[in-house]
């Protein structure tokens, strides 16, 4: 991925990766990005995904693809394809590197078997209560398995049956045999294999018998030589697990030296928004939002067809770093990042959202010209396009009242406004309906005052208002989204759901700029005034765009 020059900044993993490198405990760094493919990929994943990539560019070295697919009954080839596409989507590529756990399976079984013979490990035949009663609390100690003595032989023999499917799911378990009394109860004997009969994504129906994600991860790092296994704080206490299992298993000559090393780092959390894969799911399953891709949740595949752009998101990783300490990111922040390369990126168009009609009267009849518009303001060398212009146009409903309040500078009658990039009209009156609702507004425009020429600059005019031709614009669907909780902190004080904002989508008829409607799906503009908008990926056709609002042009939740 290509990146323009920046300044990198320092911290806590740099700082380890830096010590690394110059004791010469490696020649160059390894990261790896691990989902589990039983879901999307959300904003929390996004920071950890540029972390990861981010670490292994700036220090040339590599970043693994790896999906850690150890739990069959709960894992999907979509999941994985998804990944793929969002880690993309991102910005990132990792070559040749893209593995599976499930890969693995069998050095995992062999390692199993080796910390069998090494009486490091035994098959328990408790049922799963009787493992949690027995497992103890924070304040008291676990009691030992009445199967933990079984002999090396009996264990080997037992864990060959289970892998050979003699035994339904939950008849035996393979635990590692550390210390049943340890403070810390990840170490208390931890079950590293269970049975499970079901097929999986990748393997089909060849196992029988899976690994559990924590002995399988730190395997997967030190097969594939992953010198810095960066993850989220909650594994912090599953650390000492995972370099005991390595240790162990690079004594008996499984896997090689040097081993990974577990760096954790606070995960993402933003205010109005759920990250929660129960939650998320639960929002899904009940219909809350239209799908994982609804532009209104989290996930990635939502982001990106809210228009959201990748750099946005690489743009916001950065701004707000790594840390050890939990945090709470406000969603204003992630938005202005968002803003901030839209307004680079995104050619201005023109769209009118609530369409009132201006009549110009004294304007010939049947005559049409151009009008000429910036791409983009700040980029001139992007060039001007034509704008179609008639004596019928579409306004604003905003931009016109009868009785003005004060400091309005937009249209009433009597007073002047600018039509912009076109000319200075004057506010004659309106019509209304039989209920005294608005229907059109009427006006005269000046015939020498067309912007960009002579004798424009005569009418001092305060007021400046956008429009489109009604003969040219056309009709188009437009969504307006917003947040999708009404509060910070979503479930704070009650069930998550009742923060459910029910302003979060609007689903509007607009008059759109006659060159939108070309719109390719996933092209952003800027509609002036409204803020930044994307031609939806999945609903646009050929000619036909639908337009989602990504953000608006200032935050409007600033109180």
Avoid at 104 to 133: K, P, W
Avoid at 207 to 216: I, N, R
Wanted: net charge negative; hydrophobic share 35%.
């Amino acid at each position: 991925m290509a990146e323009a020059e920046k300044t990198i900044v320092s911290n806590f993993i740099r700082n380890i990766i830096d010590a690394d490198l110059a004791a010469g405990k490696h020649t160059s760094i390894r990261t790896r990005f691990p989902p589990e493919p039983n879901g999307y990929l959300h904003f929390g994943h996004a920071k950890s995904i540029c972390l990861n990539f981010g670490l292994a560019r700036d220090y040339g070295g590599a970043c693994h693809l790896r999906f850690d697919d150890t739990n069959p009954e709960k894992e999907e080839q979509e999941y994985v394809d998804s990944i793929v596409d969002a880690v993309r989507w991102l910005g990132w590529d990792w070559g040749a590197n893209q593995f599976y756990a499930s890969n693995y399976f069998q050095t995992m079984y062999d390692c199993a078997e080796a910390l069998i013979n090494a009486g490091l490990a035994y098959v328990d035949s408790q049922t799963a209560e009787e493992m949690r009663t027995n497992r103890g609390t924070l304040t008291e100690a676990g009691k030992p398995s009445p199967y933990r003595n079984r002999t090396p032989q009996e264990n080997l023999d037992l864990f060959r049956r289970m892998k050979a499917g003699e035994f339904p799911d939950g008849a035996h378990v393979l635990r590692a045999k550390i210390d049943m009394a340890s403070p810390n109860i990840n170490l208390r004997d931890p079950a590293i294999y269970r049975i499970r009969h079901a097929t999986h994504h990748n393997t089909g129906d060849t196992w029988c018998l899976y690994p559990m994600y924590t002995y399988a991860h730190p395997i997967e790092d030190a097969i594939e030589r992953i010198t810095h296994s960066i993850c989220t704080l909650e594994f912090e206490d599953q650390r000492p697990f995972y370099d005991w299992l390595l240790d162990k298993l690079a004594d008996l000559g499984c896997l090689p030296r040097p081993l990974p090393q577990q760096i954790e780092f606070a995960r993402l959390n933003l205010t109005y928004v759920v990250l929660s894969k129960r939650k998320l799911i639960q929002l899904v399953d009940e219909k809350h939002v239209n799908g994982w891709d609804d532009p209104r949740l989290p996930t990635l595949v939502g982001a990106r067809r809210r228009g959201y752009t990748a750099e946005g998101f690489r743009k916001f990783a950065e701004m707000i770093g790594v840390t050890k300490s939990d945090s709470l990111i406000d969603y204003s922040i992630f938005e202005e990042c968002q803003r901030d390369v839209l307004n680079e990126t995104a050619l201005r168009r023109i769209a009118v959202l609530d369409p009132l009609k201006l009549v110009i009267d004294n304007y010939p009849a049947g005559q049409e010209e151009e009008c000429l518009a910036p791409n983009h303001p700040q980029q001139p060398e992007l060039g001007k396009r034509p704008v179609p212009f008639s004596g019928e146009l579409w306004i604003e409903r905003e931009d016109f009242v009868e009785v003005p309040p004060k400091g309005y500078f937009r249209l009433f009658p009597g007073n002047k406004v600018r039509l912009r990039y076109g000319f200075v009209i004057e506010c004659t009156g309106c019509d209304k309906d039989e209920n005294g609702n608005i229907v059109a507004v009427h006006c005269n425009y000046f015939a020498d005052s067309k912007s960009g020429t002579p004798g424009a600059d005569t009418y001092k005019v305060k007021g400046n208002i956008h429009w489109l031709s009604a003969q040219h614009a056309y009709a188009a669907e437009v969504r307006l989204y917003d947040r999708l909780f009404k509060v910070p902190n979503p479930g704070a004080e009650h069930d998550f759901l009742d923060d459910i904002n029910p302003d979060s989508v609007k689903t509007i008829t607009a008059q759109l700029e006659p060159a939108l409607k070309d719109a390719a799906a996933e092209e952003r503009f800027q509609f002036e005034r409204h803020g930044y908008f994307v031609a939806d990926r999945v609903d646009s056709q050929p000619g036909k765009p639908v337009f989602n609002r990504a953000v608006t042009l200032k935050d409007n939740w600033q109180k």
